[in-house]
């Protein structure tokens, strides 16, 4: 296309384009890298995990120790792992459905039930390995940062690195409850005050009563009293498994007291009974012989048959 300008002289006219969608072409495809199943299933932070996994080499072939944290709607997990070319070693377990054998039958994803099972898993761990009586942990929880100490004269402190996978990690979260359980159950675990709660990031203040306070359920207690005055039919409704059980808001501190006691005493693993099946069920078609085969098309046939006359 061209155009004539008031000076006669023969000038191209410029075409504005429409928009033209980037295509992606043959050479991209084939360089195109498939990207780990977990991670697009959005499970694994692999950025995290090399992090964690990855030992230093002047350790050879020591493992190293991670505390696996995840929780759930209905059920806090907590794990102690170390990673191997073929995959995860699992060297304890505990989970919050356990609690109900220490004692603790509702709220197992508070705060309070979160530092219940980690201390559940530290205690199994170290009893586990034989260092339960070496490093009892802090048995006076007061809420104070109390980091594990070595002995002059025996094994080092049992250490691992926290794993909180793809949760958020802000102040107060219910996974740093896990961590301070563990902690005080006798764990060497790195941390700091900063993200639990009672800690203040605008004054830089960290309030050791709050923390106690939480472990012990003093705000579900306080929250339990504010709504029985404002709502008592809210109250009935929320609260209706703590009434069934005579939980009362004064009751807590007590509870958890005893739940403590109850992990440290016995913190082994009990597996469940669950009695063998009577018949098995089986859901493959079996296999007809060639006489079987034979006689269901003779029955055929004389069903026709029947059906015709």
Request: with cysteine; net charge positive; glycine share 6%.
């Amino acid at each position: 296309c061209w155009i004539f300008r008031a000076n006669r002289r023969r000038q191209p006219c410029v075409k504005k384009m429409a928009f033209v969608k980037v295509v992606k072409n043959k050479a991209y495809y084939k360089r195109y890298q498939v990207k780990y199943r977990r991670r697009r299933e959005g499970k694994t932070d692999y950025h995290a995990r090399r992090k964690l996994v990855a030992q230093d080499k002047n350790k050879y072939n020591s493992p190293k120790y991670r505390f696996i944290v995840r929780r759930t709607n209905k059920d806090v997990i907590c794990q102690v792992a170390y990673a191997k070319v073929s995959g995860d070693m699992i060297m304890a377990v505990a989970y919050a459905h356990e609690l109900p054998r220490y004692g603790l039958q509702v709220g197992l994803t508070n705060y309070a039930a979160c530092y219940c099972t980690g201390l559940l898993c530290a205690r199994r761990l170290l009893d586990k390995l034989g260092l339960a009586d070496k490093y009892a942990g802090v048995t006076d929880v007061k809420g104070t940062l109390a980091p594990v100490k070595a002995l002059e004269d025996g094994p080092r402190p049992f250490r691992a690195f926290m794993d909180v996978g793809l949760a958020r990690t802000t102040t107060g979260a219910k996974i740093f409850s896990v961590l301070k359980g563990a902690s005080d159950g006798g764990m060497n675990i790195p941390h700091s005050e900063k993200r639990f709660v009672g800690y203040d990031t605008n004054t830089k203040k960290f309030k050791p009563d709050v923390m106690r306070s939480h472990i012990f359920g003093g705000h579900i207690a306080s929250y339990m009293k504010t709504l029985q005055k404002e709502d008592p039919e809210q109250y009935k409704q929320q609260f209706a498994r703590y009434i069934n059980l005579g939980i009362q808001p004064e009751h807590l501190e007590a509870l958890y007291k005893k739940v403590h006691a109850a992990i440290r005493k016995d913190p082994k693993h009990q597996s469940s009974a669950k009695p063998a099946p009577a018949t098995r069920k089986s859901y493959k078609k079996q296999r007809l012989s060639l006489r079987q085969r034979r006689d269901r098309v003779r029955q055929k046939k004389a069903s026709a048959a029947a059906a015709q006359s």
